[in-house]
């Protein structure tokens, strides 16, 4: 089993709707982070938690919220989808200054 | 601020052939350097890492890096490329204490029989 867990894998939406997506992690790893990349982009920072109390924006915050539920837990939701948020994003934790990451979430807002 | 800028978007290589991915990065500090690989349709692989020491490091599948700090470099080599080394590399800086990490924009690897 993957030691960073993201659910769903793909994911199609319509336009307005609100989004959840959801990734767990057996790793230990107090920070955890939210990517998204888009074609000639790269990875682009959304969120990121240094600890469940602990909530900060990243560079592209804006459309996105996020919830760190526990340690191993931390969600990322799109409150009403639009469809410049069709992207694919992933999850990742880090520790001794080292990201590693899910498998990815594929998102397609229609 | 800290940056990563790949200048290459995409490069084709024959199969058997040397490649060198460019990288150079902006950050005061010594920073902790990374390359990534994305295959088609997969999650991101780490494939060489360098915190300190020695500046050429060794990774997986037969890569290696160089790290210079006089030309804030830290370029992706491989001898004798393969054709399944055809994806998308990612080159990143993670910046203090490795508490942000910053991407580049990513080359894309084509490599032909």
């Known amino acids: 089993d993957a030691d960073v867990t993201q659910t769903p894998r793909n994911r199609i939406t319509k336009t307005g709707k609100r989004i959840m997506l959801e990734c767990s992690q057996t790793k230990g790893h107090d920070r955890m982070y939210w990517y998204r990349q888009d074609p000639g982009l790269g990875l682009r920072l959304i969120y990121y938690?240094?600890?469940?109390?602990?909530?900060n924006k990243g560079e592209i915050s804006d459309g996105y919220s996020v919830s760190r539920q526990a340690q191993a837990k931390f969600s990322l939701s799109l409150e009403s989808a639009i469809p410049n948020q069709t992207a694919l994003y992933f999850c990742?934790?880090?520790?001794?200054?080292?990201?590693?990451f899910g498998e990815g979430s594929r998102l397609t807002v229609l | 601020a800290q940056s990563v800028t790949q200048p290459d978007i995409h490069i084709t290589v024959s199969e058997g052939a040397s490649l060198e991915l460019r990288c150079n990065y902006s950050y005061g500090a010594t920073p902790y350097l990374f390359w990534y690989v994305q295959s088609p349709g997969q999650g991101l692989q780490l494939l060489l890492k360098y915190f300190s020491g020695d500046t050429l490091v060794q990774g997986i599948k037969g890569f290696e890096a160089e790290f210079k700090r006089s030309q804030s470099s830290f370029n992706l080599r491989k001898p004798s490329v393969h054709w399944s080394d055809a994806a998308e590399y990612f080159c990143a800086v993670g910046a203090g204490t490795g508490n942000q990490f910053y991407f580049g924009t990513g080359t894309s690897l084509t490599v032909i029989p």
């Open positions: 990742a934790t880090s520790a001794g200054g080292e990201l590693f």
């Open positions: 938690s240094f600890d469940v109390k602990d909530i």
